[in-house]
């Protein structure tokens, strides 16, 4: 190899260095998230006088938000993930209902299962108890990427609520309860997420219970016809 070669080679490496670390710098951001700037809005009428409690980790491909309501009683703790805008890019994303529940509650006992209508789709919930209060997990994934040969979707929200006493939850009680919660501008025509990457320049909040952010990784997927989106 001749003296020129191998500077190029040198160079070659040493900007690929670079580039690995800048996508290391930018990866694995856990951030707090300002009060103005979260996602989840939950307008149960336990909650109407607190303000939540939210932790964000945001990359260039994803953001993912934990949110934690808390008041009079009840309890409920959420998390938002969504894709990137470009529509290669979508959420690799594996939990079930009961890992959802045992996410936070671990060794209850599990009731029954049902689907809900509500303003941000079909949900599915599972009720179960804690500590004597009636309790419901649920979990909706939606904006699906048809070019994706797996059909995966680019948003997902889970989470559970506990209320203040043992009174189970009716059908039409959970599906108020979930027809109480809500993505910050998410009515606009085609909404599309970019992350913002200036959370990141907060500083990293302590943990919150057992977060292992981030639960939908982002993934880039090749479409159908072989060709992948920009």
């Not at 932790?55 to 993912?64: A, K, L, M």
């Not at 108890?129 to 990427?145: H, T």
Request: net charge neutral; aromatic share 10%; charged share 25%.
């Amino acid at each position: 190899m001749t003296a020129m070669k191998r500077l190029a080679s040198v160079a070659l490496i040493g900007a690929s260095a670079m580039v690995l670390a800048a996508c290391n710098t930018v990866s694995n951001r856990t951030v707090a998230t300002p009060q103005g700037a979260g996602h989840v809005l939950f307008e149960a009428t336990a909650f109407t006088e607190t303000a939540p409690v939210r932790v964000g980790w945001v990359d260039t491909w994803q953001e993912e938000e934990y949110s934690r309501f808390a008041g009079k009683g009840a309890q409920a703790e959420i998390i938002y993930s969504v894709a990137d805008e470009r529509d290669s890019v979508v959420l690799d994303f594996d939990m079930t209902l009961d890992r959802v529940i045992g996410n936070w509650h671990a060794g209850v006992s599990l009731g029954e299962k049902g689907n809900a209508e509500a303003p941000l789709g079909t949900f599915q919930y599972q009720h179960f108890a804690k500590a004597g209060r009636a309790c419901v997990g649920f979990l909706n994934e939606w904006d699906y990427r048809v070019g994706d040969r797996q059909l995966r979707p680019a948003k997902v929200l889970f989470g559970y609520y506990c209320g203040n006493s043992g009174r189970s939850f009716s059908r039409g009680d959970v599906a108020s309860l979930l027809s109480d919660i809500w993505i910050r501008d998410i009515g606009r025509i085609d909404y599309r997420f970019t992350p913002r990457l200036s959370l990141a320049s907060g500083a990293r909040p302590s943990k919150i219970g057992n977060l292992q952010f981030p639960y939908a990784r982002a993934d880039r997927f090749t479409d159908a016809d072989g060709e992948r989106d920009t």
